[in-house]
C-alpha cells in the first residue's frame, strides 16, 4: 500500500524535479542564455554604471571602482576550496597577463555563501590566492552576494544582467563582463570557463 500511495503522487514529484532541474542545471549547460538576458530598471536612482560603486580591498581600504573608468572589467566571486577554483584561477591568470597591458581587469571577490568554500579571512585568503593561485589581479575584501546583505555591488550587477529564471548568483566564479564606460554586457555562468570569454573581452577592448 505506501508503494501504491507514493506511485499516485509520482506526477506531481515529477513535476518539481523538473522544475529543479531547470533552475539549477540549464544555466550551466547553455551558459551564453546568460548573456544576452538584460534587466530594465525604470528606476531614477537606480546606478548608471559600475563607477558609482565604492568597495573595499582585501586590506579593509576603499576602492572607488571609478578608478577603471576606461578599461574593460571581469568581475568574478572566487572561492579558494571549489571544484572550480584551480582551472579558473588558471586560465583567470592567462587573460589577465595576457591582456592587462591592453585594458583589461579583473576584480575578484571572495565568496564564503556557496558550500562555505572561502572560509578563511581576508589574510588567509590573500596568501592562499597569491601563493597557491599566483593570481597577480586585484583581490577585494569577502562579501556576500545574495540575500538581503549582498553587497550593493553585487544587487547592481545582477540587476544588470539577470540569471535564467531567477537573478541569483547560482555558484562560486559566476562572472561579469563590464565595458569601458561602466556598463554590464554579459555574465557567464559557473561552468564557463575564463577563456571561452576570450572571444567577448577581445571585442570589448576592440581588439577584434
Same mark, same amino acid.
Given at each position: ?6 506511485? +499516485?503522487?509520482?506526477? +506531481? ?56 573608468? $576606461? ?15 584551480? +582551472? ?14 591592453? $585594458? ?10 556557496? $558550500?562555505?568554500? !572561502? ?40 540587476? !544588470? ?37 576570450? !572571444? ?9
Amino acid at each position: 500500500m505506501p508503494l501504491l500511495k507514493l506511485m +499516485s503522487h509520482w506526477p +506531481s514529484l515529477f513535476v518539481l524535479l523538473l522544475a529543479f532541474l531547470f533552475v539549477y542545471f540549464l544555466p550551466y549547460t547553455f551558459p551564453s542564455l546568460s548573456f544576452s538576458a538584460t534587466r530594465m530598471d525604470g528606476e531614477s536612482d537606480t546606478p548608471k554604471s559600475i563607477y558609482n560603486f565604492t568597495v573595499k580591498d582585501i586590506q579593509g581600504n576603499d576602492v572607488a571602482l571609478s578608478n577603471y573608468k $576606461g578599461k574593460v572589467l571581469l568581475v568574478v566571486n572566487v572561492a579558494s576550496k571549489c571544484g572550480f577554483t584551480q +582551472s579558473n584561477y588558471k586560465e583567470l591568470n592567462i587573460l589577465y597577463e595576457k591582456y592587462k597591458d591592453q $585594458g583589461l581587469e579583473i576584480l575578484a571577490f571572495p565568496c564564503n555563501q556557496f $558550500g562555505w568554500q !572561502e572560509p578563511g579571512t581576508n589574510e588567509e585568503i590573500q596568501d592562499t590566492v597569491c601563493t597557491n593561485f599566483k593570481a597577480e589581479f586585484p583581490i577585494f575584501d569577502k562579501v556576500e552576494v545574495n540575500g538581503n546583505n549582498a553587497a550593493p555591488l553585487y544587487k547592481f550587477l545582477k540587476a !544588470e544582467k539577470g540569471g535564467l529564471l531567477i537573478d541569483a548568483i547560482k555558484w562560486n566564479f559566476t562572472k561579469f563582463l563590464v565595458n569601458k564606460e561602466g556598463k554590464v554586457m554579459g555574465r557567464y555562468a559557473p561552468s564557463t570557463s575564463p577563456l571561452k570569454i576570450e !572571444e567577448d573581452i577581445q571585442k570589448l577592448l576592440q581588439l577584434s
